[in-house]
């Protein structure tokens, strides 16, 4: 059995996705995602120009040893994309085995550990009395675990996530306006003032039963980030999302020390590099990671695996940048893993994005089910696709009051 082609396409409903679609001389392909947020040319470039013309020969089956060529075989190994690329791969050569075995992935994987897979929902508000009415609207839906995020009083701008305005919806995180990225204004002080208080009064609101995530985006210091996650204790959070900036990873021992509050993080990492001393040392909670740009279902069953030596859960990143491909990866992986601890999932389910990317896998009441089709159980209408094509967009960049640039 030989791969025998492998397009490209970027592009789609209100979003960039990076969609890969390798086929086979026995007409069987397999589709892979490599959508990397704000800087969608360039796994696609990776694709084209290395990964592609290497793969045309090759026996699709053999995807560990594909990983490792593209892996190992690159001397300059990892970053978001070269492993987002190579993640792309990894996903449709699974969705090709699976196929070829006429199961769901999960099955390859060792079968369902469980009947759904938990999900958390996003709510957002401009001040507090906004925020409980978005949580309120989520629990309405029958989510029983809601990421919070709020703006803060005094605070120049929104903060992160937040809308601009009361009544307002939270933004998506890209700006199509351009590569130029809008401002945001930062004041710790004013978050470490208010946000304490507001996590303490929605769970007054809604009680105990309901999972409560907040997601700091690696705006503290480590000492900061210290005293928060021991002050919100009380609050009994799900999690407490990228309390510091990722690089420095003895942080999250400062963290450890002086509070219980669960602590999630990863969502930008590539491989298990970056995860194994966290996860060996049980400095965090919940691992983030994305079979996008953590290079795929071969390398994230890798962190899976490790972390479940180490009590470490899974939450894995569910954000719109990811396109109903790698989250159908994620949802076998979901369903399938013994540590799986739970998912972020945010509605793609517009009629456009239906119609791109056809699936039966569904949400329902705050749980994933995953559908039977065989592969991942995902399609993908090149018509539909020939509808759209990349638009450029930015996150947005952080500042402090006197103009310091803080992170995002
Ligand atoms: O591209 C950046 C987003 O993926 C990120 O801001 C989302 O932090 C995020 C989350 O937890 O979903
Ligand atoms: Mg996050």
Redesign the pocket.
């Known amino acids: 059995m030989k791969i025998t082609d492998a397009k490209v396409f970027v592009g789609g409903p209100g979003k960039n996705y990076v969609t890969l679609k390798i086929m086979t001389d026995q007409g069987v392909f397999g589709l892979g995602d490599a959508t990397l ?2 800087r969608e040319t360039l796994p696609a470039k990776y694709l084209t120009d290395y990964l592609i013309p290497n793969l045309i020969g090759l026996d699709p089956r053999k995807s560990e040893d594909i990983w490792q060529v593209f892996y190992r075989g690159a001397y300059f190994r990892r970053g978001p994309v070269a492993m987002a690329a190579i993640g792309a791969v990894d996903m449709a050569l699974w969705d090709i085995k699976a196929r070829l075995a006429n199961m769901p992935l999960y099955q390859l994987l060792g079968g369902k550990s469980r009947d759904g897979a938990l999900v958390y929902a ?1 709510a957002a508000g401009a001040d507090l009395e906004d925020l409980i009415g978005s949580v309120a609207a989520c629990v309405a839906q029958g989510y029983k675990a809601v ?1 919070v995020q709020c703006g803060v009083p005094g605070m120049p701008t929104a903060s ?2 937040t809308p601009d305005t009361k009544g307002g919806t939270a933004p998506f ?2 700006d199509f306006s351009g590569i130029r990225p809008k401002t945001e204004i930062w004041d710790t002080e004013r978050y470490m003032r208010f946000m304490p208080g507001a996590l303490a009064e929605i769970r007054d609101r809604f009680g105990p039963e309901l999972k409560i995530l907040h ?1 700091v ?1 690696h705006r503290l210091l480590p000492r900061e980030a210290a005293a928060f996650a021991r002050e919100v204790e009380p609050v009994g959070l799900f999690w407490l ?2 309390p510091t900036p990722a690089e420095d990873q003895d942080a999250l021992k400062l963290i450890r020390q002086h509070s219980t509050t669960p602590i999630a993080i990863g ?1 930008v990492f590539n491989s298990i590099w970056e995860c194994n001393k966290l996860i060996e040392h049980e400095l965090i909670d919940f691992i ?1 990671v994305a079979v996008t740009y953590a290079g795929g279902i071969t390398h994230v069953r890798r962190i899976v695996e490790l972390a479940a030596l180490h009590h470490v859960r899974t939450g894995f ?3 719109p ?1 990811h396109s109903p491909i790698s989250m159908a990866a994620q949802a076998h992986l979901n369903i399938w893993a013994p540590n799986f601890g739970i998912q ?1 999932y ?1 509605v793609l389910g517009t009629p456009e994005c239906d119609a791109l990317f056809p699936s039966d896998h569904y949400v329902a009441k705050g749980m994933q089910y995953v559908s039977d089709t065989p592969g991942l159980g995902v399609a993908f209408d090149e018509a539909e696709a020939g509808r759209y094509e990349y638009q450029p967009g930015s ?1 947005p960049i952080v500042r402090l009051e006197d103009g310091t640039l803080w992170n ?1």
């Open positions: 947020n704000n996003h990421r992160y996530a995180i890209t997601d985006h999302e990228d969502e983030r990143h569910g954000a940048s972020e945010l996150h995002y």
